[in-house]
């Protein structure tokens, strides 16, 4: 194998792929910046800043005080006036915390300057349990900001589409929340060097199948492959589709699907009520109603806070016994 070839199949975790996405961006934009709380003296929260202080120096990348609301409001305006920010919310939780800044200037000025005033400003926040940091550090919210007109979406479900939504982001000229997945952080996969993009608004087709379409958010991507192999065993054949972008949402590539396996199942870890499952399932009945066989199905967590007791937890965030139990009951398998 050659030596090209070998840099290409190389391995990487998902948090160093995040890394390797923000310093990719820093080196190609000499008008980015990262700011937020502990992403330059201690790397980030969870180190996936790691070493940029060093190599870029504290112009470029710089701690905020402890202040969502400051850190969005630098966002909005560096980016209105020139710069191509990344900003940090250390947890999507604290979006409450800035929501102003985020709904109604950062959302809607290009659109209420006419087009004049363009906000290239890039967002990475932490979403999802799983690792007991309780209800104030666990949530699912991605809904909250997709039903904003003016910014995008997108939440990764592993390394490679990690660091490349990271560059996609930082180059789209609108505000892009790039919300990781904290259990994710350590699942490694091949990712190549340099810079590379996956687009926004594409979803990506994981595995083929003929009688049942998954639409998967972040990492109930891999719950919803392991899924697929248990409801093998049970006869059905499974199309796994990981839509990596909420807002906008590929409706087309989900449509195209379920006209070919007629029946579907959405899966999200936020909370069932209200999820971005809601709107997905409602694009299905409305473009595609006529070619279903069962009723579109919908796994989330339930109506209740994310608990902190690793056991509580355990049986509050979705998996894939659960998505199978879903199937069957649906189905009647």
Same mark, same amino acid.
């Given at each position: 194998?050659? +030596?090209?070839?070998?840099? +290409?199949?190389?391995k990487?975790?998902? @948090?160093?792929?995040?890394?390797?996405?923000v310093?990719?961006?820093?080196? +190609?934009?000499d008008?980015?910046? @990262?700011?937020? +709380?502990?992403?330059?003296?201690?790397?980030?929260?969870f180190?996936?800043?790691?070493?940029?202080?060093?190599?870029?120096?504290?112009?470029?990348?710089?701690?905020?005080?402890?202040?969502? &609301?400051?850190?969005?409001?630098?966002?909005?305006?560096?980016?209105?006036?020139?710069c191509?920010?990344?900003?940090?919310?250390? %947890?999507?939780d !604290?979006?409450?915390?800035?929501m102003d800044?985020?709904?109604?200037?950062?959302?809607?000025?290009?659109?209420?300057?006419?087009?004049?005033?363009?906000?290239?400003?890039?967002? $990475?926040?932490?979403s999802g349990?799983?690792?007991?940091?309780?209800?104030?550090?666990?949530?699912?919210?991605?809904?909250?900001?997709?039903?904003?007109p003016?910014? #995008?979406? @997108?939440?990764?479900?592993?390394?490679y589409?990690?660091k490349?939504?990271?560059?996609a982001a930082?180059?789209? *000229?609108?505000?892009? !929340?790039?919300?990781?997945?904290?259990?994710?952080?350590?699942?490694?996969?091949?990712?190549?060097e340099?810079?590379?993009?996956?687009?926004?608004? &594409? /979803?990506?087709?994981?595995?083929?199948?003929?009688?049942?379409? $998954?639409?998967?958010?972040?990492?109930?991507?891999?719950?919803?492959?392991a /899924?697929?192999?248990?409801? #093998?065993?049970?006869?059905?054949?499974v199309? @796994?589709?990981d839509?990596?972008?909420?807002?906008? !949402?590929?409706?087309?590539?989900? $449509?195209?699907?379920i006209?070919?396996?007629?029946?579907?199942?959405?899966?999200?870890?936020?909370? #069932?009520?209200?999820?971005?499952g809601?709107?997905?399932?409602?694009?299905i009945q409305?473009?595609?109603? *006529?070619?279903? *066989?069962?009723?579109?199905?919908?796994?989330?967590?339930? !109506?209740?806070?994310?608990? %902190?007791?690793p056991?509580?937890?355990?049986i509050?965030?979705?998996?894939?016994?659960t998505?199978?139990?879903?199937?069957?009951?649906?189905l009647?398998?």
């Amino acid at each position: 194998m050659s +030596e090209a070839k070998k840099q +290409e199949a190389r391995k990487i975790p998902y @948090v160093a792929a995040i890394k390797e996405g923000v310093r990719e961006v820093l080196l +190609e934009q000499d008008n980015s910046f @990262v700011a937020g +709380e502990d992403v330059a003296g201690a790397g980030g929260v969870f180190g996936h800043y790691g070493g940029l202080l060093q190599e870029f120096g504290p112009d470029r990348v710089y701690d905020t005080p402890i202040s969502e &609301k400051a850190i969005m409001g630098l966002g909005v305006g560096a980016s209105a006036t020139g710069c191509r920010p990344i900003v940090d919310i250390m %947890f999507i939780d !604290f979006i409450g915390e800035c929501m102003d800044e985020i709904a109604n200037q950062m959302a809607k000025m290009r659109y209420m300057f006419g087009g004049n005033a363009t906000l290239p400003v890039t967002i $990475i926040t932490m979403s999802g349990g799983g690792l007991s940091m309780a209800a104030q550090h666990s949530q699912c919210l991605e809904a909250w900001l997709a039903h904003l007109p003016g910014v #995008k979406v @997108v939440c990764p479900s592993n390394a490679y589409d990690a660091k490349g939504m990271t560059i996609a982001a930082a180059r789209d *000229d609108n505000p892009v !929340f790039v919300v990781f997945n904290k259990a994710s952080l350590g699942m490694s996969m091949e990712v190549p060097e340099g810079a590379y993009e996956v687009p926004i608004g &594409k /979803a990506a087709i994981c595995r083929e199948g003929s009688d049942l379409t $998954i639409v998967a958010i972040s990492r109930m991507v891999h719950e919803a492959m392991a /899924a697929a192999d248990q409801l #093998k065993d049970l006869g059905l054949d499974v199309e @796994v589709i990981d839509a990596r972008s909420v807002q906008p !949402f590929d409706t087309e590539t989900v $449509i195209k699907s379920i006209k070919k396996t007629h029946r579907a199942l959405i899966v999200h870890e936020a909370v #069932k009520f209200g999820g971005i499952g809601g709107e997905i399932s409602a694009q299905i009945q409305e473009q595609a109603f *006529d070619y279903l *066989d069962a009723p579109v199905m919908r796994v989330g967590a339930p !109506f209740c806070p994310v608990p %902190f007791s690793p056991v509580l937890e355990e049986i509050y965030i979705p998996n894939a016994d659960t998505i199978v139990a879903k199937v069957k009951d649906t189905l009647e398998l």
